[in-house]
């Protein structure tokens, strides 16, 4: 694993990733390390892009609304939000769009050598309800603390490749630490396996009644 750059992770969590990692190597899989930063330049320009299709097509939805709400009936930060959306030129939607197809490309490359990545699910303890408020427009501040709690859960869904989150242990306050598996495009079956191999080895059990499970 490799952290993003201003990312601070707590110890229970880049622990319980390495605890993670030493059991996927118990059961037979060569563990080698991602070069520092490998993937840093991929998350900014990843969330640049997304920040960009978001606000463009929050833009559009609210321009196709009957009657049209005013500034004043929708969060700050989604009416900011909406405002850059109405700023982007076709030149930058298309750099926007050529930025995710790049993301793509350089994941897929680094299956080339690997056949998975593990990452930390979180960087800590999950904020409390309301640590990232919106009632504000600050849009660059709502994205570094959304990229500060979950620095990595955006990744897949830019590159198209499938992702596992797995419940993995517990923190000091009961709460699971769960870790994050990428494979490659269709490789799902790998994910399937590889999250296999760590909850039967640390099964996790749900303190409260889950629907569907047992």
Do not use: C
């Not at 059961?27 to 330049?41: N, Q, R």
Request: without cysteine; glycine residues 8%; aromatic residues 4%.
């Amino acid at each position: 694993s490799n952290m993003p750059d201003g990312v601070d992770f707590d110890p229970e969590h880049r622990e319980a990733l390495m605890r993670a990692a030493n059991l996927l190597a118990a059961a037979g899989h060569e563990i080698v390390p991602l070069p520092t930063g490998s993937l840093t330049i991929l998350l900014e320009t990843a969330g640049v892009a997304v920040a960009r299709i978001l606000s463009a097509n929050l833009a559009r939805i609210l321009a196709g609304l009957t009657p049209p709400l005013e500034r004043d009936e929708v969060e700050p930060l989604t009416a900011s939000a909406a405002e850059l959306g109405r700023s982007w030129t076709a030149m930058q939607m298309i750099e926007a769009e050529i930025a995710i197809a790049r993301t793509a490309l350089a994941m897929s490359q680094l299956f080339q050598s690997v056949d998975a990545i593990l990452l930390p699910m979180l960087s800590g303890i999950p904020p409390h309800v309301g640590a990232i408020p919106t009632d504000h427009g600050d849009l660059a501040a709502h994205r570094r603390r959304t990229g500060q709690m979950s620095p990595y859960g955006g990744l897949a869904n830019v590159a198209g490749i499938p992702a596992l989150s797995v419940p993995f242990e517990r923190d000091q306050l009961g709460l699971p630490i769960s870790v994050q598996i990428f494979a490659a495009n269709g490789q799902d079956g790998t994910l399937l396996r590889l999250g296999k191999v760590l909850t039967d080895a640390r099964p996790f059990l749900h303190p409260m009644p889950v629907a569907g499970l047992d």
